[in-house]
Protein backbone atom coordinates (compact mmCIF):
# COMPACT_ATOMS: atom_id res chain seq x y z
CA UNK A 1 0.00 0.00 0.00
CA UNK A 2 1.42 3.56 -0.93
CA UNK A 3 1.42 6.72 1.61
CA UNK A 4 -1.44 7.81 -0.29
CA UNK A 5 -3.68 4.91 0.20
CA UNK A 6 -2.78 4.89 4.26
CA UNK A 7 -3.74 8.19 4.32
CA UNK A 8 -7.38 7.57 2.34
CA UNK A 9 -7.93 4.92 4.70
CA UNK A 10 -7.54 7.28 7.32
CA UNK A 11 -10.11 10.02 6.09
CA UNK A 12 -12.23 6.90 5.24
CA UNK A 13 -12.09 5.92 9.00
CA UNK A 14 -12.46 9.44 10.23
CA UNK A 15 -15.00 11.29 8.31
CA UNK A 16 -17.18 8.05 9.07
CA UNK A 17 -16.98 8.33 12.94
CA UNK A 18 -16.92 12.33 12.14
CA UNK A 19 -20.22 12.23 10.35
CA UNK A 20 -21.79 9.78 12.66
CA UNK A 21 -21.57 12.18 15.62
CA UNK A 22 -22.31 15.34 13.46
CA UNK A 23 -25.31 13.55 12.65
CA UNK A 24 -26.55 12.50 15.84
CA UNK A 25 -27.24 15.65 16.38
CA UNK A 26 -30.25 16.05 13.69
CA UNK A 27 -33.64 15.67 15.15
CA UNK A 28 -35.61 12.93 13.69
CA UNK A 29 -38.01 15.59 12.82
CA UNK A 30 -35.55 16.50 9.95
CA UNK A 31 -34.82 12.53 8.83
CA UNK A 32 -36.42 12.81 5.51
CA UNK A 33 -34.81 15.98 4.22
CA UNK A 34 -31.15 14.99 5.92
CA UNK A 35 -31.62 11.70 4.19
CA UNK A 36 -32.32 13.00 1.02
CA UNK A 37 -29.27 15.84 1.19
CA UNK A 38 -27.24 12.61 2.01
CA UNK A 39 -28.89 11.15 -0.80
CA UNK A 40 -27.63 14.24 -3.24
CA UNK A 41 -24.08 13.93 -1.23
CA UNK A 42 -23.77 10.13 -2.61
CA UNK A 43 -23.20 11.88 -6.10
CA UNK A 44 -19.94 12.34 -5.36
CA UNK A 45 -19.20 9.75 -7.07
CA UNK A 46 -19.52 12.36 -10.39
CA UNK A 47 -15.97 13.51 -9.23
CA UNK A 48 -14.86 9.53 -10.43
CA UNK A 49 -17.09 9.71 -13.06
CA UNK A 50 -15.63 12.10 -14.52
CA UNK A 51 -12.03 10.91 -14.28
CA UNK A 52 -13.15 7.35 -15.96
CA UNK A 53 -15.53 8.97 -18.49
CA UNK A 54 -12.47 11.55 -19.64
CA UNK A 55 -10.39 8.79 -20.19
CA UNK A 56 -12.60 7.15 -21.90
CA UNK A 57 -13.83 9.85 -24.27
CA UNK A 58 -9.69 10.95 -25.34
CA UNK A 59 -10.63 7.67 -27.71
CA UNK A 60 -7.83 5.40 -25.75
CA UNK A 61 -10.52 3.14 -25.14
CA UNK A 62 -13.50 1.60 -27.23
CA UNK A 63 -17.07 2.91 -27.37
CA UNK A 64 -18.01 0.94 -24.73
CA UNK A 65 -16.64 2.26 -22.21
CA UNK A 66 -17.41 6.04 -23.43
CA UNK A 67 -21.27 4.57 -22.60
CA UNK A 68 -20.45 3.85 -19.71
CA UNK A 69 -18.71 6.99 -18.89
CA UNK A 70 -21.29 9.07 -19.83
CA UNK A 71 -23.84 6.79 -17.79
CA UNK A 72 -21.95 7.35 -14.85
CA UNK A 73 -21.59 11.13 -15.02
CA UNK A 74 -25.31 11.60 -15.75
CA UNK A 75 -26.48 9.36 -13.23
CA UNK A 76 -24.32 10.99 -11.03
CA UNK A 77 -25.54 14.47 -11.55
CA UNK A 78 -29.04 13.19 -11.30
CA UNK A 79 -28.31 12.00 -8.21
CA UNK A 80 -26.87 15.32 -7.27
CA UNK A 81 -29.02 17.57 -8.59
CA UNK A 82 -32.11 15.83 -7.90
CA UNK A 83 -31.12 15.11 -4.52
CA UNK A 84 -30.21 18.92 -3.47
CA UNK A 85 -32.97 20.43 -5.58
CA UNK A 86 -35.76 17.98 -3.57
CA UNK A 87 -33.79 18.65 -0.31
CA UNK A 88 -34.00 22.18 -0.73
CA UNK A 89 -37.75 22.10 -1.28
CA UNK A 90 -38.88 20.13 1.44
CA UNK A 91 -36.87 22.26 3.73
CA UNK A 92 -38.55 25.56 2.28
CA UNK A 93 -41.63 23.93 3.90
CA UNK A 94 -40.79 23.83 6.93
CA UNK A 95 -40.15 27.26 7.33
CA UNK A 96 -41.72 28.36 11.18
CA UNK A 97 -45.73 29.80 10.88
CA UNK A 98 -45.85 33.72 9.61
CA UNK A 99 -43.48 32.59 7.41
CA UNK A 100 -44.49 33.17 4.01
CA UNK A 101 -45.10 29.40 2.87
CA UNK A 102 -44.55 27.91 -0.56
CA UNK B 1 2.30 8.47 -3.29
CA UNK B 2 4.99 7.46 -6.08
CA UNK B 3 3.62 4.10 -6.82
CA UNK B 4 0.39 5.65 -8.21
CA UNK B 5 0.75 5.35 -11.72
CA UNK B 6 -2.53 6.61 -12.92
CA UNK B 7 -2.67 8.32 -16.17
CA UNK B 8 -3.90 11.55 -14.85
CA UNK B 9 -0.27 11.92 -13.16
CA UNK B 10 1.36 11.82 -16.58
CA UNK B 11 -0.13 15.20 -17.74
CA UNK B 12 0.99 17.93 -15.85
CA UNK B 13 -1.77 18.93 -13.49
CA UNK B 14 -2.99 22.74 -13.04
CA UNK B 15 -2.88 22.41 -9.41
CA UNK B 16 -0.64 21.54 -7.53
CA UNK B 17 -0.62 18.37 -5.10
CA UNK B 18 -0.33 20.33 -2.15
CA UNK B 19 -3.07 23.03 -3.40
CA UNK B 20 -5.49 20.10 -4.13
CA UNK B 21 -5.37 18.45 -0.57
CA UNK B 22 -5.55 21.62 1.16
CA UNK B 23 -8.96 22.68 -1.02
CA UNK B 24 -10.20 19.25 -1.05
CA UNK B 25 -9.60 19.99 2.91
CA UNK B 26 -11.44 22.68 3.33
CA UNK B 27 -14.27 21.48 0.79
CA UNK B 28 -14.81 18.54 3.12
CA UNK B 29 -15.12 21.02 6.12
CA UNK B 30 -17.41 23.02 4.35
CA UNK B 31 -19.43 19.49 3.49
CA UNK B 32 -19.62 18.86 7.44
CA UNK B 33 -20.33 22.97 8.36
CA UNK B 34 -23.47 22.51 5.87
CA UNK B 35 -24.83 19.08 7.79
CA UNK B 36 -24.43 20.63 10.92
CA UNK B 37 -26.35 23.79 10.06
CA UNK B 38 -28.92 21.08 9.11
CA UNK B 39 -29.72 19.80 11.88
CA UNK B 40 -31.37 23.52 13.13
CA UNK B 41 -34.66 23.64 11.50
CA UNK B 42 -34.11 27.54 11.22
CA UNK B 43 -30.58 26.63 9.26
CA UNK B 44 -30.93 24.07 7.39
CA UNK B 45 -32.08 24.99 3.83
CA UNK B 46 -28.85 27.39 3.72
CA UNK B 47 -26.85 24.12 5.58
CA UNK B 48 -27.79 22.66 2.19
CA UNK B 49 -26.94 24.66 -0.43
CA UNK B 50 -23.75 25.02 1.49
CA UNK B 51 -23.32 20.91 0.89
CA UNK B 52 -24.31 21.38 -2.84
CA UNK B 53 -21.86 24.45 -2.86
CA UNK B 54 -18.90 22.33 -2.03
CA UNK B 55 -19.79 19.56 -3.89
CA UNK B 56 -19.79 21.94 -7.08
CA UNK B 57 -16.52 23.23 -5.78
CA UNK B 58 -15.25 19.28 -5.91
CA UNK B 59 -16.37 18.77 -9.67
CA UNK B 60 -14.62 22.00 -10.35
CA UNK B 61 -11.21 21.31 -8.86
CA UNK B 62 -11.32 17.55 -10.23
CA UNK B 63 -11.95 18.99 -13.93
CA UNK B 64 -8.81 21.09 -13.32
CA UNK B 65 -6.78 18.64 -11.57
CA UNK B 66 -7.39 16.30 -14.18
CA UNK B 67 -6.90 18.28 -16.93
CA UNK B 68 -10.92 17.14 -18.24
CA UNK B 69 -11.72 20.81 -19.02
CA UNK B 70 -10.77 20.45 -22.56
CA UNK B 71 -12.46 17.15 -22.80
CA UNK B 72 -15.78 18.28 -24.53
CA UNK B 73 -17.48 15.50 -24.35
CA UNK B 74 -18.10 15.55 -20.40
CA UNK B 75 -20.28 18.65 -20.95
CA UNK B 76 -23.88 17.46 -22.54
CA UNK B 77 -23.20 14.54 -19.94
CA UNK B 78 -23.63 17.09 -16.97
CA UNK B 79 -25.65 19.53 -18.71
CA UNK B 80 -28.27 16.12 -19.21
CA UNK B 81 -27.84 15.04 -15.55
CA UNK B 82 -28.47 18.59 -14.53
CA UNK B 83 -31.60 18.82 -16.30
CA UNK B 84 -33.09 15.38 -15.62
CA UNK B 85 -32.43 15.61 -11.95
CA UNK B 86 -33.42 19.07 -12.01
CA UNK B 87 -37.12 18.13 -13.57
CA UNK B 88 -37.45 15.27 -11.50
CA UNK B 89 -36.99 17.24 -7.88
CA UNK B 90 -39.71 20.18 -9.30
CA UNK B 91 -42.15 17.68 -10.29
CA UNK B 92 -41.87 15.04 -7.60
CA UNK B 93 -44.81 14.85 -4.89
CA UNK B 94 -44.01 15.19 -1.30
CA UNK B 95 -45.88 11.79 -0.93
CA UNK B 96 -43.33 10.25 -3.90
CA UNK B 97 -40.46 10.94 -1.80
CA UNK B 98 -39.45 7.79 -0.01
CA UNK B 99 -39.06 6.27 -4.23
CA UNK B 100 -37.45 9.55 -5.20
CA UNK B 101 -34.86 8.83 -2.56
CA UNK B 102 -34.59 4.97 -3.26
CA UNK B 103 -33.88 5.84 -7.12
CA UNK B 104 -31.76 8.45 -6.47
CA UNK B 105 -29.94 5.78 -4.56
CA UNK B 106 -30.14 3.75 -6.95
CA UNK B 107 -28.18 6.34 -9.67
CA UNK B 108 -25.95 7.15 -7.33
CA UNK B 109 -24.96 3.21 -6.73
CA UNK B 110 -24.58 3.15 -10.49
CA UNK B 111 -22.21 5.70 -11.05
CA UNK B 112 -20.17 4.11 -8.24
CA UNK B 113 -20.59 0.81 -9.65
CA UNK B 114 -19.40 1.94 -13.12
CA UNK B 115 -16.57 3.98 -11.39
CA UNK B 116 -15.57 0.35 -9.64
CA UNK B 117 -15.84 -1.30 -12.91
CA UNK B 118 -13.42 1.46 -14.88
CA UNK B 119 -10.65 1.54 -11.89
CA UNK B 120 -10.68 -2.74 -12.51
CA UNK B 121 -9.90 -2.32 -16.19
CA UNK B 122 -7.04 0.40 -14.85
CA UNK B 123 -9.09 3.62 -15.86
CA UNK B 124 -8.20 6.09 -13.39
CA UNK B 125 -6.72 3.67 -11.38
CA UNK B 126 -3.57 1.77 -10.48
CA UNK B 127 -2.92 -2.28 -11.02
CA UNK B 128 -1.88 -2.92 -7.28
CA UNK B 129 -3.67 -5.13 -4.94
CA UNK B 130 -5.45 -2.67 -3.10
CA UNK B 131 -6.91 -0.66 -6.21
CA UNK B 132 -8.30 -3.73 -7.37
CA UNK B 133 -9.65 -5.13 -4.23
CA UNK B 134 -11.55 -1.46 -3.95
CA UNK B 135 -12.11 -1.75 -7.37
CA UNK B 136 -14.59 -4.91 -6.62
CA UNK B 137 -16.27 -3.73 -3.77
CA UNK B 138 -17.36 -0.74 -5.32
CA UNK B 139 -18.62 -2.39 -8.01
CA UNK B 140 -20.42 -4.95 -5.99
CA UNK B 141 -21.59 -2.13 -3.32
CA UNK B 142 -22.81 -0.22 -5.88
CA UNK B 143 -24.75 -2.49 -7.91
CA UNK B 144 -26.34 -4.09 -4.80
CA UNK B 145 -27.65 -0.17 -4.46
CA UNK B 146 -28.96 0.06 -7.58
CA UNK B 147 -30.76 -3.12 -7.94
CA UNK B 148 -32.20 -2.61 -4.32
CA UNK B 149 -33.30 0.57 -4.80
CA UNK B 150 -34.76 0.11 -8.16
CA UNK B 151 -37.20 -2.99 -6.18
CA UNK B 152 -37.65 -0.66 -3.25
CA UNK B 153 -38.45 2.43 -5.90
CA UNK B 154 -40.49 -0.18 -7.57
CA UNK B 155 -42.30 -1.32 -4.32
CA UNK B 156 -42.90 1.92 -2.87
CA UNK B 157 -44.85 3.36 -6.33
CA UNK B 158 -46.95 0.18 -6.05
CA UNK B 159 -45.57 -0.62 -9.55
CA UNK B 160 -44.60 -4.35 -7.64
CA UNK B 161 -46.40 -5.90 -4.87
CA UNK B 162 -45.97 -4.53 -1.41
CA UNK B 163 -46.09 -8.13 -0.10
CA UNK B 164 -42.22 -9.57 0.50
CA UNK B 165 -41.45 -12.05 -2.24
CA UNK B 166 -39.61 -15.32 -0.88
CA UNK B 167 -38.32 -17.85 -2.74
CA UNK B 168 -38.58 -21.22 -1.49
CA UNK B 169 -34.57 -21.73 -0.32
CA UNK B 170 -34.01 -17.34 -0.12
CA UNK B 171 -31.43 -17.91 2.46
CA UNK B 172 -29.34 -20.24 0.19
CA UNK B 173 -29.31 -18.44 -2.89
CA UNK B 174 -28.88 -15.30 -0.73
CA UNK B 175 -25.76 -16.92 1.09
CA UNK B 176 -24.48 -17.80 -2.31
CA UNK B 177 -24.59 -14.59 -3.91
CA UNK B 178 -22.79 -13.13 -1.10
CA UNK B 179 -20.19 -16.20 -1.01
CA UNK B 180 -19.43 -15.11 -4.38
CA UNK B 181 -19.07 -11.75 -3.92
CA UNK B 182 -16.52 -12.63 -1.18
CA UNK B 183 -14.74 -15.38 -3.24
CA UNK B 184 -14.37 -12.25 -6.64
CA UNK B 185 -12.94 -9.77 -3.90
CA UNK B 186 -10.53 -12.32 -3.31
CA UNK B 187 -9.81 -13.34 -6.74
CA UNK B 188 -9.38 -9.76 -7.83
CA UNK B 189 -6.44 -9.44 -5.53
CA UNK B 190 -4.85 -12.01 -7.85
CA UNK B 191 -4.02 -12.13 -11.69
CA UNK B 192 -5.25 -15.41 -12.21
CA UNK B 193 -8.58 -14.75 -13.37
CA UNK B 194 -9.70 -12.75 -16.83
CA UNK B 195 -10.88 -9.60 -16.58
CA UNK B 196 -13.87 -10.58 -18.35
CA UNK B 197 -14.83 -12.56 -15.18
CA UNK B 198 -13.75 -10.39 -12.53
CA UNK B 199 -16.58 -7.74 -14.26
CA UNK B 200 -19.40 -9.93 -14.89
CA UNK B 201 -19.48 -12.02 -12.08
CA UNK B 202 -19.20 -9.69 -9.30
CA UNK B 203 -22.62 -7.49 -11.23
CA UNK B 204 -24.41 -10.92 -12.00
CA UNK B 205 -24.27 -11.62 -7.95
CA UNK B 206 -24.80 -8.08 -6.82
CA UNK B 207 -27.51 -7.90 -8.82
CA UNK B 208 -28.99 -11.22 -7.18
CA UNK B 209 -28.15 -10.33 -3.63
CA UNK B 210 -29.47 -6.41 -4.08
CA UNK B 211 -33.20 -8.44 -6.13
CA UNK B 212 -33.65 -11.22 -3.33
CA UNK B 213 -32.90 -9.11 -0.64
CA UNK B 214 -35.49 -6.07 -1.89
CA UNK B 215 -37.77 -8.02 -2.93
CA UNK B 216 -38.25 -10.57 0.27
CA UNK B 217 -38.73 -6.09 2.33
CA UNK B 218 -42.41 -5.40 3.01
CA UNK B 219 -43.50 -2.20 3.12
CA UNK B 220 -43.01 -1.64 6.79
CA UNK B 221 -39.63 -2.52 6.37
CA UNK B 222 -38.80 0.26 4.24
CA UNK B 223 -37.96 3.04 5.93
CA UNK B 224 -34.83 0.80 7.33
CA UNK B 225 -34.36 -0.89 3.87
CA UNK B 226 -34.63 2.66 2.51
CA UNK B 227 -31.65 4.01 5.51
CA UNK B 228 -29.64 1.33 4.42
CA UNK B 229 -29.33 1.63 0.62
CA UNK B 230 -28.73 5.34 1.57
CA UNK B 231 -25.46 3.84 3.70
CA UNK B 232 -24.73 1.80 1.26
CA UNK B 233 -25.19 4.43 -2.04
CA UNK B 234 -22.50 7.01 0.14
CA UNK B 235 -20.08 3.21 0.85
CA UNK B 236 -19.75 2.39 -2.66
CA UNK B 237 -18.73 5.88 -3.30
CA UNK B 238 -16.17 6.05 -0.41
CA UNK B 239 -15.18 2.63 -1.87
CA UNK B 240 -14.69 3.90 -5.49
CA UNK B 241 -12.56 6.63 -3.87
CA UNK B 242 -10.08 4.13 -2.51
CA UNK B 243 -9.93 2.43 -5.98
CA UNK B 244 -8.69 5.37 -7.88
CA UNK B 245 -7.31 7.82 -5.25
CA UNK B 246 -9.91 10.36 -4.70
CA UNK B 247 -9.90 12.12 -1.56
CA UNK B 248 -12.81 13.85 -1.61
CA UNK B 249 -14.80 10.87 -2.79
CA UNK B 250 -13.83 9.14 0.31
CA UNK B 251 -14.67 11.74 2.62
CA UNK B 252 -17.56 12.51 1.68
CA UNK B 253 -18.80 8.96 0.70
CA UNK B 254 -18.15 7.92 3.97
CA UNK B 255 -19.81 10.76 6.03
CA UNK B 256 -22.75 9.31 3.72
CA UNK B 257 -22.02 5.85 5.08
CA UNK B 258 -22.01 6.38 8.20
CA UNK B 259 -25.26 8.54 8.45
CA UNK B 260 -27.34 6.28 6.47
CA UNK B 261 -26.30 3.64 8.87
CA UNK B 262 -27.45 5.59 12.00
CA UNK B 263 -30.38 6.35 10.35
CA UNK B 264 -30.70 2.53 9.99
CA UNK B 265 -29.97 2.08 13.35
CA UNK B 266 -32.37 4.27 14.75
CA UNK B 267 -35.59 2.80 12.59
CA UNK B 268 -34.39 -0.97 14.18
CA UNK B 269 -34.52 0.44 17.49
CA UNK B 270 -38.03 2.14 16.78
CA UNK B 271 -39.25 -1.21 15.37
CA UNK B 272 -37.39 -3.78 17.47
CA UNK B 273 -36.15 -5.28 14.64
CA UNK B 274 -32.27 -6.67 14.33
CA UNK B 275 -30.41 -5.31 10.75
CA UNK B 276 -29.42 -9.04 10.12
CA UNK B 277 -32.95 -10.08 10.24
CA UNK B 278 -34.14 -7.53 7.98
CA UNK B 279 -31.35 -8.22 5.07
CA UNK B 280 -31.69 -12.57 5.82
CA UNK B 281 -35.32 -11.81 5.33
CA UNK B 282 -35.92 -13.36 8.80
CA UNK B 283 -39.49 -11.49 7.72
CA UNK B 284 -42.02 -10.69 10.36
CA UNK B 285 -44.24 -13.05 9.36
CA UNK B 286 -47.74 -12.10 8.93
CA UNK B 287 -50.68 -13.46 10.68
CA UNK B 288 -49.13 -14.79 13.78
CA UNK B 289 -51.45 -15.85 16.34
CA UNK B 290 -52.22 -12.66 18.50
CA UNK B 291 -55.13 -14.32 20.07
CA UNK B 292 -53.62 -13.59 23.87
CA UNK B 293 -53.33 -10.14 24.00
CA UNK B 294 -56.75 -9.75 21.89
CA UNK B 295 -59.29 -12.04 24.33
CA UNK B 296 -57.83 -10.70 27.31
CA UNK B 297 -59.08 -7.55 26.37
CA UNK B 298 -62.23 -8.23 25.01
CA UNK B 299 -63.25 -9.89 28.50
CA UNK B 300 -62.25 -6.76 30.24
CA UNK B 301 -63.99 -4.76 27.97
CA UNK B 302 -66.90 -6.88 28.10
CA UNK B 303 -67.92 -5.31 31.56
CA UNK B 304 -67.73 -2.02 30.10
CA UNK B 305 -70.18 -2.43 26.88
CA UNK B 306 -72.71 -0.49 28.93
CA UNK B 307 -71.05 2.53 28.54
CA UNK B 308 -72.82 4.80 26.49
CA UNK B 309 -71.54 6.07 23.43
CA UNK B 310 -70.73 9.47 23.33
CA UNK B 311 -71.36 11.72 20.12
CA UNK B 312 -68.14 12.68 18.79
CA UNK B 313 -69.34 16.14 17.94
CA UNK B 314 -69.59 16.71 21.33
CA UNK B 315 -66.24 14.99 21.97
CA UNK B 316 -64.43 17.14 19.85
CA UNK B 317 -66.12 20.43 21.13
CA UNK B 318 -65.25 19.70 24.54
CA UNK B 319 -61.78 18.21 23.87
CA UNK B 320 -58.91 21.00 25.11
CA UNK B 321 -55.92 18.38 24.56
CA UNK B 322 -55.69 16.68 21.78
CA UNK B 323 -53.26 14.18 19.97
CA UNK B 324 -53.05 13.70 16.31
CA UNK B 325 -51.42 10.55 15.08
CA UNK B 326 -50.84 9.85 11.64
CA UNK B 327 -49.33 7.00 9.76
CA UNK B 328 -48.76 5.71 6.43
CA UNK B 329 -52.92 5.72 5.64
CA UNK B 330 -52.82 9.34 5.97
CA UNK B 331 -50.16 9.54 3.52
CA UNK B 332 -51.78 7.13 0.42
CA UNK B 333 -55.10 8.46 1.26
CA UNK B 334 -53.51 12.20 0.90
CA UNK B 335 -55.46 13.38 3.87
CA UNK B 336 -53.03 15.28 5.21
CA UNK B 337 -54.54 18.70 4.66
CA UNK B 338 -57.95 17.72 6.01
CA UNK B 339 -56.05 16.90 9.26
CA UNK B 340 -54.89 19.94 9.14
CA UNK B 341 -57.99 21.79 8.60
CA UNK B 342 -59.45 19.56 11.68
CA UNK B 343 -56.37 20.95 13.65
CA UNK B 344 -56.99 24.04 12.81
CA UNK B 345 -61.23 24.09 14.05
CA UNK B 346 -59.68 22.88 17.04
CA UNK B 347 -57.31 25.03 18.12
CA UNK B 348 -60.11 27.97 16.68
CA UNK B 349 -61.93 26.16 19.37
CA UNK B 350 -59.51 26.75 22.15
CA UNK B 351 -57.77 23.45 22.39
CA UNK B 352 -54.26 22.19 22.31
CA UNK B 353 -53.24 20.02 19.40
CA UNK B 354 -50.12 18.28 19.15
CA UNK B 355 -49.07 15.91 16.67
CA UNK B 356 -47.15 12.60 17.94
CA UNK B 357 -44.55 11.06 15.22
CA UNK B 358 -43.38 7.30 15.58
CA UNK B 359 -39.78 7.12 14.16
CA UNK B 360 -41.16 4.31 11.78
CA UNK B 361 -44.68 6.02 10.69
CA UNK B 362 -44.62 5.85 7.06
CA UNK B 363 -42.00 4.65 4.50
CA UNK B 364 -39.01 6.48 5.22
CA UNK B 365 -37.57 8.28 8.26
CA UNK B 366 -39.43 11.51 9.03
CA UNK B 367 -41.80 10.59 6.47
CA UNK B 368 -45.08 12.32 8.12
CA UNK B 369 -42.66 15.63 9.18
CA UNK B 370 -42.26 16.46 5.72
CA UNK B 371 -45.93 15.19 4.44
CA UNK B 372 -47.67 17.62 7.74
CA UNK B 373 -44.88 20.54 6.88
CA UNK B 374 -46.39 20.08 3.09
CA UNK B 375 -50.10 21.22 4.66
CA UNK B 376 -48.68 23.75 6.95
CA UNK B 377 -48.58 22.08 10.40
CA UNK B 378 -46.14 24.06 12.57
CA UNK B 379 -42.89 21.91 13.17
CA UNK B 380 -43.15 22.97 16.88
CA UNK B 381 -46.03 20.78 17.17
CA UNK B 382 -44.94 17.80 15.82
CA UNK B 383 -43.52 15.73 18.95
CA UNK B 384 -41.46 12.80 19.08
CA UNK B 385 -42.42 9.34 20.59
CA UNK B 386 -40.54 10.06 24.09
CA UNK B 387 -41.53 13.44 24.09
CA UNK B 388 -44.95 13.22 24.19
CA UNK B 389 -45.93 9.41 25.06
CA UNK B 390 -46.62 10.80 28.52
CA UNK B 391 -49.00 12.87 27.78
CA UNK B 392 -51.98 10.73 26.22
CA UNK B 393 -53.03 9.88 29.95
CA UNK B 394 -54.09 13.27 30.43
CA UNK B 395 -55.01 14.53 26.94
CA UNK B 396 -59.13 14.95 26.46
CA UNK B 397 -59.00 13.00 22.48
CA UNK B 398 -56.12 10.95 20.46
CA UNK B 399 -57.37 10.77 16.90
CA UNK B 400 -55.65 7.82 15.04
CA UNK B 401 -55.47 8.57 11.31
CA UNK B 402 -54.08 5.85 9.63
CA UNK B 403 -52.17 4.10 11.33
CA UNK B 404 -51.89 1.06 12.85
CA UNK B 405 -48.54 -0.61 14.06
CA UNK B 406 -47.33 1.83 15.80
CA UNK B 407 -50.01 2.19 18.26
CA UNK B 408 -50.91 -1.18 18.60
CA UNK B 409 -51.00 -2.06 22.51
CA UNK B 410 -50.24 -5.75 21.41
CA UNK B 411 -46.78 -4.94 21.41
CA UNK B 412 -46.39 -4.63 24.68
CA UNK B 413 -48.37 -8.32 25.67
CA UNK B 414 -48.45 -10.25 22.75
CA UNK B 415 -45.33 -12.29 22.96
CA UNK B 416 -44.19 -14.12 19.47
CA UNK B 417 -45.65 -11.57 17.13
CA UNK B 418 -43.64 -9.38 14.95
CA UNK B 419 -44.21 -6.17 16.56
CA UNK B 420 -43.69 -7.63 20.45
CA UNK B 421 -41.05 -5.21 22.22
CA UNK B 422 -41.72 -2.58 19.53
CA UNK B 423 -42.01 0.71 21.59
CA UNK B 424 -45.48 2.17 20.55
CA UNK B 425 -47.58 5.31 21.10
CA UNK B 426 -49.98 5.14 24.35
CA UNK B 427 -52.82 6.06 22.32
CA UNK B 428 -54.53 3.25 24.42
CA UNK B 429 -53.99 5.09 27.72
CA UNK B 430 -56.01 8.18 26.18
CA UNK B 431 -59.63 8.92 27.08
CA UNK B 432 -61.50 9.16 24.00
CA UNK B 433 -59.59 7.72 21.07
CA UNK B 434 -61.30 7.83 17.28
CA UNK B 435 -59.58 6.02 14.50
CA UNK B 436 -60.15 7.10 10.87
CA UNK B 437 -58.63 4.14 9.29
CA UNK B 438 -59.20 2.26 5.88
CA UNK B 439 -61.03 -0.95 7.82
CA UNK B 440 -60.30 -3.23 10.40
CA UNK B 441 -58.05 -5.49 9.23
CA UNK B 442 -54.26 -5.83 10.76
CA UNK B 443 -51.39 -3.46 9.80
CA UNK B 444 -48.68 -4.47 8.12
CA UNK B 445 -47.18 -7.08 11.31
CA UNK B 446 -50.06 -8.95 10.71
CA UNK B 447 -51.62 -8.87 14.78
CA UNK B 448 -55.01 -7.74 15.19
CA UNK B 449 -55.27 -4.04 17.43
CA UNK B 450 -57.32 -4.92 20.72
CA UNK B 451 -58.02 -1.26 20.19
CA UNK B 452 -60.72 -2.04 17.19
CA UNK B 453 -62.23 -4.14 19.80
CA UNK B 454 -62.46 -2.07 22.24
CA UNK B 455 -66.02 -0.76 23.40
CA UNK B 456 -65.66 2.22 25.51
CA UNK B 457 -63.58 5.56 24.52
CA UNK B 458 -62.89 4.40 20.72
CA UNK B 459 -64.98 5.51 18.08
CA UNK B 460 -63.95 4.29 14.24
CA UNK B 461 -64.47 6.08 11.46
CA UNK B 462 -63.59 3.38 8.49
CA UNK B 463 -62.79 4.26 5.10
CA UNK B 464 -60.65 6.36 2.81
CA UNK B 465 -59.73 8.90 5.71
CA UNK B 466 -59.47 11.48 3.44
CA UNK B 467 -63.54 10.98 2.85
CA UNK B 468 -64.25 10.40 6.74
CA UNK B 469 -62.05 13.32 7.99
CA UNK B 470 -64.61 15.56 4.94
CA UNK B 471 -67.67 14.21 6.40
CA UNK B 472 -66.89 14.78 10.01
CA UNK B 473 -65.46 18.40 9.42
CA UNK B 474 -68.88 19.14 7.09
CA UNK B 475 -70.74 18.03 9.99
CA UNK B 476 -68.30 19.70 12.48
CA UNK B 477 -69.97 22.88 14.31
CA UNK B 478 -67.95 23.89 16.94
CA UNK B 479 -69.41 26.13 19.83
Not at chain 1, 52 to 76: D, N, P, Q, R
Not at chain 2, 77 to 93: Q, S
Not at chain 2, 168 to 192: D, E, F, K, N, P
Request: net charge neutral; hydrophobic share 50%; proline share 3%.
Amino acid sequence: MSSLQIILLGVFIISTLVGYFLINNVPSLLHTPLMSGMNALSGITLLGALVAAAVAFKGESTWLSGIFGATAIITATVNIIGGFAVTDRMLKMFARKGDKHE
Amino acid sequence: MNNITSYTYKSTPMISDLAYYIIAAILTLTVLYGIYLLSKVSKARLGNRISAAAVAGGVILTLLRHDILPIWGVYPCLLAGIIIGYIMALRVKMIEMPQMVAFLNGSGGAASAIVGGFALMGIGADAGVFSRVAATLALEIGTLTLMGSLIAAGKLHRILPQKPIRLSSHRVIVGLALLVCLVMLVLSSTTSVSLIVLLVVPIVAALLFGLLFTLNIGGADMPITISLLNSLSGVAGAISGLAIGDVLLVSVGSIVGASGLLLTQIMCRAMNRSLGAVILGNAATPGISSGKAKTSDIEEDKEEETAIKADPHVILAEARDVIIIPGYGMAIAHAQHQVKTLADRLQENGAKVRYAIHPVAGRMPGHMNVLLAEANVDYDDLCELDDINSAFKTADLAIVIGANDVMNPAAREAEGTPIYGMPILNVDECKHIFIFNFDLKPGYAGVENPLYQRRSGVTLFLGNAAETLATLLSALKLS
